[in-house]
């Protein structure tokens, strides 16, 4: 269900999704996200710009992320976790990130939006399979899960949900790491001369 704000600043929309929750006007699907509010609001006061965001309209709330959508026109999702699980790298089926950071200890990943409508089961299988080519396992996502994926302006297909591709077992992630960590440590040491 989105939820139009008009031309508030992410604090204030923060602080009408709280109060509309508590008075009943909204339902709230995760009823963790209410303890949230004040987090996240506690967290981008930290930083004035992410604080002053024009808001257009809440897109979703999940498990772990609250999505809006900017008066630019892009995706907004905060989250007290890393956007992708086990810290695995992006991939080219993720939809690509604008800007992120972490403000105190919520991070946030700025998207552009995607196209959803009309997208079928024959997409999400497309999808999946992009995510299974990389060597991930599909989780949590069914062939009817048409609100996981989305499609760019030039067309590409996107997963709009990072926790549906993930590491096929814990050795996968180590290998994952210890790759990563020997590429840093050759880009860091051949130019010491060692």
Known sequence: MQISFGSKTLTETLQDEKKSVLTGSRPCGYRHILDDYDYYI?????????????IAKRISEGASAIVFETEGG?????????HYPFLRPQEDFDVPVKKHGKVGRIHYYIEEKLYQHNLNEGFVRIVKGMIRDKG??????SDFDTHQIGMSKDGKLY????ECAR?????????NKTKRLFKMLDTYVKPMGY
Not at 42 to 54: C, F, M, V
């Open 74 to 82: 892009d995706v907004l999702k905060l989250t007290k976790f890393r």
């Open 136 to 141: 991930y396992r599909v989780y949590d996502l």
């Open 42 to 54: 506690q967290n981008i006061e930290k930083s004035p710009e992410l604080a002053q965001t024009k």
């Open 167 to 175: 590491f096929k077992t814990i050795f996968h992630a180590l290998y």
């Open 159 to 162: 997963l709009l949900d990072p």
